[in-house]
């Protein structure tokens, strides 16, 4: 369980420092750029496999004798292939087309004129962005973070690839669920389904109630 709040609170890290300036950019922009980027970001794993798929961009890359991998762990002493990283690696790259998403819808249902309204009263884009766009869009964001937390927690495939199965180290909930089918232990591993199941049904849950606008703030746009 220490490595699956470690998978959580790593994800979350990397995709609310990377996910807000992509989203935002990408709401403002209407071009065939976009849009394919779009298509990218949501395809399914399958489609993604020479994209963005986390099997490409996790184990051959990370591992120690790669490039990449051997750069870090001989300069800096990191290994992330078969590791907790990896799995926050693998996580966050799965969850971050649903997070931008949800993200990305937040900031194009924000009044342009809002906006404009800062500006002439001598607010530059970051201070536009800061207290108009950022206060608006806060429950979409949030929203989207609890649904990409839902997503991580039903990972299976990259996780096993790109950071294997190890107790106490690379295992998630899903991949706890596996071992304890292969061992024979089914009611240890329907406990943990139920686990899941409400977790995903609560997240669900609190993201449709952030998703909705309060009622206050669309009668005050009016």
């Known amino acids: 369980m220490r490595s699956v709040a ?12 990377s996910v807000d300036p992509f989203a935002i950019a990408d709401a403002h922009r209407r071009s065939v750029e976009r849009r394919a980027r779009g298509f990218v970001l949501g395809m399914p794993s399958p489609g993604r496999c020479f994209l963005r798929n986390p099997l490409l961009d996790g184990h051959p890359i990370f591992g120690r004798n790669r490039p ?19 799995v926050v690696l693998a996580s966050a790259v799965v969850a971050f087309p649903l997070l931008v998403r949800t993200v990305r819808t937040s900031f194009e249902e924000i009044d342009p004129r809002l906006e404009a309204i800062a500006r002439t009263l001598g607010r530059g884009r970051l201070g536009v962005f800061f207290t108009v766009s950022l ?5 979409g964001i949030l929203a989207g973070l609890i649904l990409a937390f839902s997503r991580a927690l039903g990972e299976f495939g990259a996780t096993i690839m790109v ?17 304890l089918v292969q061992l024979g232990r089914d009611p240890d591993a329907y ?13 669900i849950w609190l993201a449709d109630r952030l998703s909705r606008r309060p009622r206050s703030k669309s009668v005050a746009l009016r």
Do not use: K
């Open 163 to 179: 950071a294997g199965n190890i107790p106490e180290e690379t295992q998630t909930l899903s991949l706890a669920i596996f071992q």
């Open 191 to 203: 406990r943990l389904a139920a686990v899941t199941v409400l977790v995903a049904l609560v997240a």
């Open 135 to 139: 206060p608006l869009a806060s429950r």
């Open 68 to 86: 990449l991998g051997g750069f870090l762990y001989d300069r800096f002493g990191l290994s992330v292939a078969f590791t907790w990283r990896a």
């Open 6 to 17: 470690l998978d959580m609170l790593g994800e979350h890290g990397i995709e609310r420092a």
